[in-house]
């Protein structure tokens, strides 16, 4: 009954969350109504959203590279730029390939990699349990084991130095730089997945080393960083041992650095 009476009133709805910042209202708007199943359900959507709440936490979904997955309260955000750091590394993997999704978050990037690359063997890991919780959600449909630990040391010994990609969304963001985030993520999305020490570079620096072991002769990594940052990621990919290229887009505002284990 409730629902069969529920009229909103989208205009209004559009200019309460554009008055609130949201740049692209109508979407939202959209989106929340098709969310909500009353009035009053539909007025606690917009009262959280317009309080700062990221809509895909409130939706209970992000949509990343044509895919609808799973996010948690808490949990980061899969951003659209992120959509090339999973075409470089599509573009890199050989033939049924052994990947591993790593700082993998909702799992966002497994999910797609599965769909594109049919890989032999694929797994994601995180450190955050709230993001071990959600991946395993969005990948234990596939059959895709998500552990839970600090980068490579939770996996399977038996995968060192066999491993044909490693796909890191690390944290990137300079320690200082937290602080003028948007406050959805600073405030939404847990600061491990979005400060990367001093130079932003922290962690990346200890992904470089692990994937020069996990990763087979011939195999590559492939990591977003920001653009100012790539020449020195760069320099410490090399120093690795690993031979590493930049991709860049303009439109997506996005860079992706690859980086080949030599055979």
């Known amino acids: 009954m409730t629902s069969t009476l529920f009229s909103p009133d989208r205009p209004a709805l559009v200019r309460r969350l554009r008055a609130a910042g949201c740049v692209f209202a109508e979407d939202e708007a959209d989106l929340l109504i098709a969310a909500a199943d009353s009035a009053e359900s539909l007025t606690d959507l917009v009262d959280r959203r317009v309080a700062g709440l990221p809509l895909e936490h409130l939706l209970g979904w992000a949509e990343f590279c044509g895919l609808r997955v ?4 808490g949990v980061f955000v899969p951003r659209g730029r992120t959509a090339l750091l999973v075409a470089a590394a599509a573009a890199v993997a050989g033939p049924s390939p052994a990947v591993l999704d790593l700082c993998c978050g909702s799992g966002a990037a497994a999910l797609v990699l599965h769909h594109r690359l049919a890989p032999r063997w694929l797994a994601a890991a995180d450190v955050d349990p709230a993001a071990v919780a959600c991946a395993r959600r969005n990948l234990a449909p596939l059959g895709v084991p998500v552990y839970q630990g600090d ?39 847990a600061t491990v997945a979005l400060d990367g020490g001093a130079d932003g570079l922290a962690v990346l620096r200890r992904v470089a080393a692990g994937a020069a072991e996990w990763l087979a002769p011939g195999g590559h990594l492939a990591v977003e960083v920001s653009a ?13 041992g690993l031979d590493p290229s930049v991709v860049h887009d303009d439109d997506l505002e996005a860079t992706a650095v690859t980086a080949r284990r030599p055979g």
């Not at 799973?70 to 309260?73: F, K, L, M, T, Y």
């Not at 491993?163 to 939404?188: F, G, I, K, T």
């Not at 940052?229 to 320099?235: E, N």
């Open 151 to 189: 980068l490579f040391a939770p996996l399977p010994a038996r995968w060192r130095g066999r491993l044909d990609l490693v796909v890191a969304n690390a944290p990137y963001v300079p320690s200082d730089a937290v602080a003028m985030l948007p406050p959805e993520a600073r405030l939404h999305e």
């Open 70 to 73: 799973a996010v948690d309260p």
């Open 228 to 240: 100012g940052q790539a020449p020195t990621l760069c320099g410490i990919l090399a120093d690795a």
